[in-house]
């Protein structure tokens, strides 16, 4: 099976560009989550859906970032205007339906890193 | 502050030494998740272990958990060099419906030397 497919892997842009951000869950995951990680905030959840809903957007920065989950297939992070502190490496995960205790681990891709010049 | 936070922050050891590697959490939990994350890539789960089991084993891997601490150990036997790597231990946090998102400690980044 394929892993979650996140693009671009690498994506270098001036500051006050609009980035977007791409995610594919593997296929069947009720939950996608993106987060964010940097050297020096560690691995910071920004959003999380349930069924395509979002469950809990408490970790999203400001109001220049935005994310949505048309589908359950496909999922978008959006930054604008993007700023230099916005680089990092921002990952998207899925997991399985959460039984009543998150007993399912989650599943990771291999990120996208962001260079705001 | 991380719900969960790991020591050492970093560790060097030779081929063939077994790694521990902490983590120490604040508020009350349902299960803790290990992580392993290679240079460039995501985190691969290695380990769940619920607040009622205090220690799992898995292949090389042995985890304990000390709900009454509040702490957790993650331990490597017979390293290699293929688990260099960072290692972050998670932690649920319940929220209403049910529904749990993980908090990440700032992990520990394992060196395995030759």
């Known amino acids: 099976d394929a892993g979650v497919i996140q693009s671009p892997r690498h994506e270098v842009t001036e500051m006050g560009q609009e980035v977007t951000l791409r995610c594919k869950p593997i296929?069947?995951?009720?939950?996608l989550f993106w987060y964010r990680q940097t050297m020096m905030r560690g691995l910071e959840l920004l959003i999380y859906?349930?069924?395509?809903?979002?469950?809990?957007d408490s970790g999203m920065p400001e109001d220049r970032f935005s994310a949505k989950m048309p589908n359950a297939s496909f999922s978008t992070l959006k930054i604008q205007p993007s700023e230099p502190r916005d680089s990092a490496v921002y990952f998207c995960?899925?997991?399985?339906?959460?039984?009543?205790?998150?007993?399912?681990?989650?599943?990771f891709g291999d990120g996208t890193r962001l260079s705001i010049l | 502050s991380q719900q969960g936070e790991e020591d050492p922050q970093a560790l060097s050891i030779q081929e063939g030494e077994n790694a521990t590697m902490n983590c120490s959490y604040k508020t009350s939990i349902n299960n803790l998740q290990w992580y392993r994350q290679n240079s460039g890539r995501g985190l691969v789960h290695l380990i769940l272990i619920r607040s009622n089991e205090r220690e799992k084993h898995s292949g090389r891997l042995r985890v304990t958990l000390d709900t009454s601490k509040k702490s957790s150990s993650l331990l490597i036997t017979a390293s290699r060099a293929a688990d260099t790597a960072s290692y972050f231990c998670a932690t649920d946090v319940l929220q209403g419906g049910g529904a749990q998102k993980l908090v990440f400690g700032q992990g520990t980044r394992l060196t395995i030397n030759p």
């Open positions: 296929s069947g995951h009720d939950y």
């Open positions: 859906f349930n069924n395509n809903v979002p469950i809990d």
């Open positions: 995960a899925s997991s399985p339906r959460q039984g009543a205790y998150s007993n399912q681990p989650q599943h």
